[in-house]
């Protein structure tokens, strides 16, 4: 059973800085495909970052240049870097995980079989 458990997620003002964790049980993490999605009430769910088990990353347009994807294979942990914070950036973030790495990564939500339960990000302007 493949666990994942975000962390991180909270409130800031507009222009500042969040790092989200996701903490994945999971015996051959370094070998998994990883990304990160958000989701607004009442919206679908948006690609944000990907990474795969060579650590080539890819991003959505939205986030490019501010948003860093990254992961500690030791840890097993999942890490997504968080800057220059807006108020479209507002939402529940989930972290996902495949035993398939793709390359490229993709920032699907159909390419990912395992969810974490999601963490919220609020931006105030």
């Known amino acids: 059973q493949v666990q994942l458990v975000e962390s991180g997620g909270g409130s800031v003002q507009a222009g500042g800085s969040l790092r989200l964790s996701c903490v994945v049980s999971?015996?051959?993490?370094?070998?998994?495909?990883m990304a990160w999605f958000r989701q607004v009430p009442g919206k679908e769910r948006e690609g944000v970052a990907c990474?795969?088990?060579?650590?080539?990353?890819n991003y959505a347009d939205s986030v490019k240049g501010r948003f860093t994807i990254s992961k500690d294979n030791a840890k097993n942990t999942l890490y997504l870097e968080m800057n220059s914070l807006n108020a479209e950036d507002t939402a529940v973030y989930y972290c996902?995980?495949?035993?398939?790495?793709?390359?490229?990564?993709?920032?699907?939500?159909?390419?990912?079989?395992?969810w974490g339960q999601g963490t919220q990000v609020t931006v105030s302007s």
């Open positions: 996902a995980a495949d035993p398939t790495s793709r390359d490229p990564c993709q920032i699907q939500s159909n390419a990912y079989r395992h």
């Open positions: 990474i795969n088990s060579w650590s080539t990353t």
């Open positions: 999971v015996y051959s993490f370094r070998a998994f495909g």
